[in-house]
């Protein structure tokens, strides 16, 4: 009998020990690399412009899982709509705790704690983009400031932006070598769930206003049917330069048994609709046509691919 108690008391420590090991991100340390969690990534999206005006849509990731990296970059042409140049690459390693300096390939992810900067360039046949990015404002921390979110049900993430981060840099194709320059988001997640499938079906919008303001929010779908979890559906406000940051908490509607989030403040914001958007290039649907609004933070509406 006395066995049966001690190993109960041991797993009630173990289960304890575990919950206490999800501390609120703390910066810079957290920039860094986290190699005990299944799987961690880097995230930038950029609009940039070259000399003439012509934007471009930039898109880099670096995915670390369990002793691998994969990155992926993207350049689009917005006018037009066409693939300027494509990257993926997959190579061994782990990023460390203390530096950022990765490589994939021909693809590089660098961060100067110094400057606060972060860097990356990829390239392939007859392609290359590189950008240097600092941020204009302060890191928010989603999930009401300490960065820490639910991702669906496969457990707790880490989670922290940048919203805006000044960008400039190079873009070589079609044998031309064009400058970039413009404004970029990055995020940074990392947790234990890359085995879980419910941790991977979301909807994500991030917002970048002309008033200097910046919106995110995300809602995580039921991997079955498709349909919003409405209890994983939150998001985060950054209405001033200085950097404060208002988190999206979601609010039921008892009539309707739809939520939409609200910032803790108590204005009302969300993603009230999803009805889905076909692309007519690829005849590809997806639930990406949305609309938004807040009652403290003009404006509403509504957003879709371009």
Known sequence: MVGWVAALVVACCVVASAAAERPAVQLPRDHFGHPNASIEWWYFTALAHDAVGKPYSVFFTLFSSRGTLVSVAEVHNLRTGALVGHSERLALGRIGRSSVDARAGATQ????????????????????????????????????????????????????????????????????????????????????????????????????????????????RDRATGRPLARFRNGTLCPDEDGRSRSLASKRNP?????????????????????????????VRSPATSSSGTGSFPPSGRARPA
């Open 109 to 220: 992810l660098r961060y100067d704690e110094r400057l606060n900067m972060w860097m990356f360039s990829a390239s392939a046949p007859g392609f290359a983009v590189s950008l240097r990015q600092r941020p204009e404002k302060p890191y928010a921390l989603h999930g009401g400031g300490s960065g820490l979110i639910k991702q669906s049900l496969g457990g707790t993430s880490h989670y922290y932006s940048a919203t805006r981060m000044r960008a400039a840099g190079t873009l070589r194709t079609q044998g031309k070598r064009l400058a970039l320059s413009g404004e970029s988001w990055f995020d940074h997640q990392w947790g234990d769930y890359r085995d879980d499938p419910r941790a991977f079906n979301w909807d994500w919008f991030s917002c970048r206003f002309d008033d200097r303001s910046e919106l995110m929010l995300y809602q995580f």
């Open 255 to 283: 009539a309707s048994g739809h939520s939409t989030p609200r910032a803790a403040a108590g204005s009302s914001t969300g993603i009230f609709g999803s009805r889905g958007w076909s692309s007519p290039r690829t005849s």
